[in-house]
């Protein structure tokens, strides 16, 4: 009995392993006032599944970059009314700093500061951007298992208030859409929702 109840808990394990969707995030507490505005600091997306985007975005199969843009500043102004700006910069363009989220240290994107000029509202800066097809498998029983195939998008980032020279929220960027027998344009519109979200979520950017 000892035995099988070891199993269960391991499968329980995995199956929340195999479940999780965000990514992780610090807030500062201090942090209350909202913004109306936005700049983001962005590397372009490596696309890992570009067959998908020519087959579901034809129109963005050479220039991704647009429709990513364009696609977050829609969720930014439809979940928060955030007007956003968008700048692609290299990753030798942004501060690295070791930051600890959850177990881990991650290298989180800043904005160098003293190179930014002035700016409205505040910076929000993602760096190492990925898009992908994941597959997961996991537990479904003591001896059955599922397999579950996402669209995702990675990366790190944080949100830095220039007029204070501070950061104020930092993580990491885990957005997943679960998808059916094929994937299709919207699966790529509620990713970015999703991603969107995960930048805003617990910040005083949320709407209440």
Known sequence: MKKIFTIALCLVTLNLVGCAKA?????????T???KSVTVLFTEPVVKNQDDVAD????????FTDWFTQQMASEFKGQADIEASFTAKAVTDFEMTATKLGKKDYLIPSPKFDELGE???LVI???NLEVSKVSETKFTGLTSTETRSYLQFSGEYSIANPASKTVVSSGTLKAREGL???MTKSDWEKN??????EILNGTPLQKK
């Open 23 to 31: 990514g992780l995030k610090n807030v500062d507490p201090s942090w």
């Open 33 to 35: 006032e909202p913004a």
């Open 56 to 63: 579901d975005l034809p129109d963005y199969a050479n220039n």
């Open 119 to 121: 700016v409205d509202g």
């Open 125 to 127: 800066s993602i760096s």
């Open 180 to 182: 059916g027998i094929a």
């Open 192 to 197: 970015m929702k999703n991603m969107v979200e």
